[in-house]
């Protein structure tokens, strides 16, 4: 009798036993996906996206290996999308909000003098004539010229149309400069909370890791 109500305890026991250790198991395979989560993330951090370009010229990023090198037309359609970005204004969309966009894609020490000498056209402030619009329309750019290590230089032959209220036909203004860009480790643009059609354009061009150093004429021997 007593020996019947032994093997009932140890037969009601062995249940328990199943639940725990299928418990137990659970526990373990949730720390090892949580652990598994967090090394992933820290596999992210450590290993930094770098460019990949497509044979269109659009550029995109991706978990690969740092390189410095870009296809001729990803650097052509940097340069001119990115001038044409900047150059191309009207009443809606004021001069201001487009340079304080695009000119990140600028170097910091060129940033001045683009604005002095390029968008401040023949002395004219465009930023203070409210009423003027700008378009940018390229002629010709040239095959760019590897001048370093990550650094090309392009040729830019293009005329700047500006419009105002008094002024319909416009005036057309030669646009005939050297565009020095460089590779970029990061890309040098962000996006804003609440981001308009420029600020997507600006983040596109800036996933192609490049970014323009310097701007001379066409002419300037000495661009460097």
């Given at each position: 009798?007593?020996?019947?109500?032994?093997?009932?305890?140890?037969?009601?026991?062995?249940?328990?036993?199943?639940?725990?250790?299928?418990?137990?198991?659970?526990?373990?395979?949730?720390?090892?996906?949580?652990?598994?989560?967090?090394?992933?993330?820290?596999?992210?951090?450590?290993?930094?996206?770098?460019?990949?370009?497509?044979?269109?010229?659009?550029?995109?990023?991706?978990?690969?290996?740092?390189?410095?090198e870009r296809y001729p037309q990803t650097i052509r359609r940097f340069v001119g999308e990115t001038m044409t970005l900047?150059?191309?204004?009207?009443?809606?969309q004021q001069p201001e909000t487009v340079w304080q966009i695009s000119s990140e894609l600028l170097t910091n020490n060129?940033?001045?003098?683009?604005?002095?000498?390029?968008?401040?056209?023949?002395?004219?402030?465009?930023?203070?004539?409210?009423?003027?619009?700008?378009?940018?329309?390229?002629?010709?750019?040239?095959?760019?010229?590897?001048?370093?290590?990550?650094?090309?230089?392009?040729?830019?032959?293009a005329n700047q149309l500006i419009f105002n209220n008094s002024d319909r036909l416009g005036k057309s203004v030669p646009?005939?400069?050297?565009?020095?860009?460089?590779?970029?480790?990061?890309?040098?643009?962000?996006?804003?909370?609440?981001?308009?059609?420029?600020?997507?354009?600006?983040?596109?061009?800036?996933?192609?890791?490049?970014?323009?150093?310097?701007?001379?004429?066409?002419?300037?021997?000495?661009?460097?």
């Amino acid at each position: 009798m007593q020996l019947f109500k032994s093997d009932n305890r140890k037969t009601s026991i062995l249940p328990l036993f199943a639940v725990g250790t299928f418990g137990l198991n659970i526990f373990t395979l949730l720390i090892l996906m949580f652990h598994g989560s967090m090394l992933q993330q820290l596999s992210r951090q450590l290993t930094p996206q770098s460019l990949v370009q497509l044979a269109d010229g659009r550029a995109i990023t991706a978990d690969t290996t740092e390189n410095l090198e870009r296809y001729p037309q990803t650097i052509r359609r940097f340069v001119g999308e990115t001038m044409t970005l900047m150059l191309t204004w009207s009443k809606q969309q004021q001069p201001e909000t487009v340079w304080q966009i695009s000119s990140e894609l600028l170097t910091n020490n060129v940033k001045q003098k683009f604005q002095s000498e390029v968008i401040d056209v023949n002395t004219t402030n465009q930023f203070e004539n409210r009423g003027a619009e700008s378009v940018l329309v390229i002629q010709r750019i040239s095959q760019p010229q590897k001048i370093g290590d990550g650094k090309w230089k392009v040729e830019l032959q293009a005329n700047q149309l500006i419009f105002n209220n008094s002024d319909r036909l416009g005036k057309s203004v030669p646009f005939n400069k050297q565009i020095l860009v460089q590779a970029t480790d990061t890309q040098t643009t962000s996006l804003p909370d609440l981001p308009v059609s420029w600020n997507l354009a600006a983040y596109r061009l800036g996933e192609a890791r490049l970014e323009i150093y310097n701007i001379c004429d066409i002419k300037d021997k000495n661009c460097s």
